[in-house]
């Protein structure tokens, strides 16, 4: 069992007592590998958003500032 699939791919689990001690260290290495990745991925994503929160948070400010301070007609 070399491969297993992303897991929320995958429609059905293999079927861990008829696996045997080595197949199954092997599947627990790629989960725990998967979860790294997905571990990474995710606070690379969180790292993203919260640079792409702050640069709204600088545009909006920008934005509203620029209109509060526009001298009326009247």
Do not use: W, Y
């Amino acid at each position: 069992m070399s491969c297993f699939g992303k897991i929320h791919g995958m429609t059905s689990s293999p079927n861990l007592d008829q696996m045997t001690p080595d197949q199954l260290r092997t599947f627990a290495a790629q989960l725990l590998s998967k979860v790294d990745t997905m571990g990474r991925k995710i606070h690379r994503d969180e790292t993203i958003i919260e640079q792409l929160s702050h640069e709204i948070a600088i545009l909006k400010r920008h934005k509203f500032a620029k209109r509060s301070e526009q001298i009326s007609p009247a």
